[in-house]
Structure formats: structure tokens, C-alpha cells
């Protein structure tokens, strides 16, 4: 029997990778993009592999960073390779694998003063049957003073690491301590919808699924997955729909914290978000309250033959 809380592990671990890069923006500056990008993605990455290989030995990983196809990059002043992720077959056949995104929004990490950044830390775990489903979530948002996490009650709080940050949910004063709160997606206004897109890309397909629908719709760019999940979860937007290419682990975590929170996740064709897979590739997403779903999923059928973003 396991004594640890998966989810306020999760989110322990999310806040302490946070403060680690939090510290690497101050260490290396912003004089050399791609220099601050690689050795936030590695330090984080470390520090996480290793915090879970204490913490929860036995347990699979796969993280961004873990992959073969990064084995090149090194962080400054370390020219070890990344640590590697539990190896495709074990982790396919492990009852829990942590999946982890050590830096979710790299670009917006890379420019002083953005603050639309993330840092996910997931659990996928087996059941009796043999399902596997998000067990633990938790999305810290470092530069905001934010994590969003899971809880064992199956819902979700928000937990204000800076008390210098206003609480976006009751908007009261700061205290000196941080705060927790439960987190519950709030339904948008009638008659108007918030969409987050991309900051980079031109978001062509959401643009076309504006005009699919009958409402007002405003396109709100924000950085990382992580950071538009969440802005859906605090009410800063009314949903976030991607259909142009993410992985696993750009979305397990703010996944888990929105199911928690009462939102409708799942597919851009309504099915099921899966994890855990060979390919982890998961490339589309629809996050909103579940009042706004059946709207648009049958807008996004509607222009399901167009380009997506």
C-alpha cells in the first residue's frame, strides 16, 4: 500500500521544477535564446528524472526530454546527454508511468517577461482490468505564481505559490502564505466565446471554426499548452482547441487538471484522450466547459476538411 500522495507529489514536484527555472532565467540571461531554452529543458528534466527515481522507484517515465531524438543537447555547464526514458516496452507494460513536459512553452521560457509558461508532471496508471487512465495531475505556471494540480477527492484546487500574486479566483488581497482553492472551470458567457490559439502559428483552422459558429468568438493568443489549459480553468478564456500536432506529454497533465476541475477534455472528434501509447504522439485536443462542447465539436466537424493550425 503506497503512503504517498500521487497529487500533491505532482504538484510538489511541478512547483520545485518551476522555481529551478525561475533560476535559470536569472542565471543565463536572455542574451542567447537557444542557450537559455536547452539548459532550462535539461535542468528541469534532471531534476524531475531524479526526484522520481527517489521518490517513486519502479515507475515509468516518459519525458519530452527523454527522448532519443534530443540525446545532442546539453544545458549549460554540463555536457552529460539527457537522462533516457523508461524504454518503450517496459513502459508499456508498467502499471504507472509518470508522463512529464520538464518545460512547456520554451519560446515564451526564452522571452524576458512572459509569463505563458509551464511545467506538467502526470500520472497514468493501470487498473484491475488493465485500463489505463490520468491518475494525478498538476500544471505549474511558475512566472504567474500558480500551480493547478489534482486532488484525491477526484477534483482539482488552485494553489497560489506567490503571495504577491492577486488570487485569480476570488481576486481578494495576497497573504503571506500560499493558498489553496478549489479550481472549477467557469462557463462563458452567453452569446460570446474566448478561444486561446497559438501566439506563432496562423491559427487558419480556429479562424474558420469562428465563423462555423454562432456566437461571438474572440482569439486569445497565449504561449504553451499548459498555459492556454489553464487560462480555460481560471476563466481568462472559455476553451482551447488544437488540432495541429502535440504529444502526450503536452497535454496529460493540464488533461488531468481539467477533468478534475469539471471541463470537457478529450479529442477534436470527441473521443477519449488517450495515453500511455507507442506512438505518443496525440495530436489534437479540445478543452472548454461542457456546455460549450457539443457547440463546438459539431463546429469542428463542420470544418473538419480544412487545414488545421
Not at 276 to 287: A, G, K, S, Y
Request: hydrophobic letters at 40%.
Amino acid at each position: 500500500m503506497r503512503d504517498v500522495d500521487d497529487h500533491a507529489l505532482a504538484a510538489e514536484l511541478a512547483g520545485a521544477a518551476g522555481r529551478l527555472l525561475l533560476g535559470v532565467r536569472d542565471e543565463v540571461g536572455y542574451g542567447d535564446a537557444r542557450v537559455l531554452k536547452d539548459t532550462g529543458d535539461l535542468r528541469a528534466h534532471e531534476y524531475l528524472m531524479a526526484a522520481l527515481a527517489e521518490r517513486c522507484p519502479g515507475d515509468a517515465v516518459l519525458s519530452e526530454e527523454g527522448r532519443s531524438s534530443v540525446a545532442g543537447k546539453r544545458a549549460e555547464g554540463d555536457e552529460r546527454a539527457p537522462t533516457r526514458n523508461t524504454a518503450t516496452a517496459e513502459r508499456l507494460t508498467a502499471g504507472r508511468v509518470w508522463i512529464v513536459d520538464p518545460l512547456d512553452g520554451t519560446r515564451e521560457f526564452s522571452e524576458e517577461g512572459r509569463r505563458d509558461w509551464a511545467v506538467h508532471v502526470a500520472l497514468w496508471e493501470r487498473d484491475a482490468s488493465g485500463r489505463g487512465r490520468l491518475a494525478a495531475g498538476a500544471v505549474a505556471l511558475p512566472a504567474q505564481g500558480l500551480t493547478l494540480r489534482t486532488d484525491a477527492t477526484g477534483g482539482a484546487s488552485l494553489v497560489r505559490t506567490d503571495p504577491g500574486e492577486p488570487d485569480p479566483v476570488t481576486a481578494g488581497p495576497g497573504s503571506a502564505q500560499p493558498r489553496e482553492v478549489p479550481l472549477h472551470v467557469p462557463a462563458p458567457d452567453a452569446g460570446k466565446l474566448r478561444i486561446a490559439v497559438s501566439r506563432t502559428r496562423p491559427p487558419e483552422f480556429v479562424r474558420r471554426l469562428a465563423a462555423e459558429l454562432d456566437v461571438d468568438v474572440e482569439l486569445v493568443p497565449i504561449g504553451s499548452a499548459g498555459a492556454k489549459i489553464s487560462a480555460v480553468l481560471l476563466g481568462e478564456v472559455d476553451a482551447y482547441v488544437h488540432a495541429g500536432g502535440q504529444y502526450e506529454w503536452d497535454s496529460a497533465a493540464p488533461a488531468a487538471v481539467a477533468l478534475g476541475a469539471g471541463a470537457h477534455a478529450s479529442r477534436v472528434d470527441g473521443s477519449p484522450l488517450e495515453y500511455n501509447r507507442e506512438d505518443p504522439r496525440l495530436p489534437d485536443i479540445l478543452v472548454c466547459h461542457p456546455v460549450s462542447a457539443p457547440m463546438l465539436l459539431t463546429g469542428i466537424a463542420g470544418v473538419s476538411g480544412a487545414q488545421p493550425d
